[in-house]
């Protein structure tokens, strides 16, 4: 079975980075099936993707965040992270990890999440 | 961006209802839609891939239409544990772009 864990400070101040990390059991951040994606949530808001790293290091990142947004893969501990850079409170979300598969050639979409974690930015 | 538009926002509906939820794309993007479902305080869970797939284990009460610009999922027979937001995700394109999200009620 799949799981995913954010793990990271749950307080940041502003005009620092948020940094996230993601680790994966049950699967593997080398395979080459899998996209590793990150996607936030302001409370009471909707969605925003953040962005997804594959096995080979290859990213992409949504452009409203690009400029402020790395993410890294650690293959030996298979984890992935999330650095998020001169943040401000409107990047106080629930920030979500989450695995998208592929089958026969296509997406199947963001299969497995991890359960968040709520950062706040604030002074 | 693609935008995403989800209607209505929020639904009450009794326990045997057959619930629609409609997502419009402000552009064609074939098939590639999903569905989640999100309890409040989980992390969304999918439903439906490509439109009308649906994801293992999910019951079959669930299931989804459309291609193009209009989307809908369909609860054939509302159960208590239906209850959430659902969202609708493009990913057509990139940035992937998700609906504001339909609040489903139990009454």
């Known amino acids: 079975q799949v799981q995913l864990q954010e793990s990271g400070p749950g307080l940041v101040k502003p005009s620092e980075t948020l940094s996230l990390t993601c680790t994966v059991s049950?699967?593997?951040?080398?395979?080459?099936?899998?996209?590793w994606n990150w996607i936030r949530q302001p409370p009471g808001k909707g969605l925003e993707w953040i962005g997804y790293?594959?096995?080979?290091?290859?990213?992409k990142y949504n452009p409203s965040l690009k400029s402020r947004v790395t993410l890294s893969l650690d293959k030996s501990k298979n984890q992935f992270s999330l650095k998020l850079g001169s943040v401000t409170a409107a990047d106080t979300a629930v920030y979500y990890c989450?695995?998208?598969?592929?089958?026969?050639?296509?997406?199947?979409?963001?299969?497995?999440w991890g359960q968040g974690t709520l950062v706040t930015v604030s002074s | 961006d693609i935008q995403m538009t989800q209607s209505p926002s929020t639904l009450s509906a009794s326990v045997g209802d057959r619930v629609t939820i409609t997502c419009r794309a402000s552009q064609s993007i074939s098939s590639w839609l999903a569905w989640y479902q999100q309890r409040p305080g989980k992390a969304p869970n999918l439903l439906i891939y490509?439109?009308?797939t649906l994801q293992s284990g999910v019951p079959s009460r669930f299931s989804g239409r459309g291609s193009g610009t209009e989307f809908t999922l369909t609860i054939s027979s509302l159960q208590p544990d239906d209850f959430g937001t659902y969202h609708c995700q493009q990913y057509s394109s990139y940035p992937w772009t998700f609906g504001q999200g339909t609040k489903v009620a139990i009454k």
């Open positions: 490509k439109a009308s």
């Open positions: 790293i594959y096995y080979n290091g290859n990213t």
């Open positions: 049950g699967g593997s951040v080398s395979s080459g099936n899998n996209y």
């Open positions: 989450a695995r998208e598969s592929y089958m026969m050639g296509s997406t199947v979409g963001l299969d497995h």
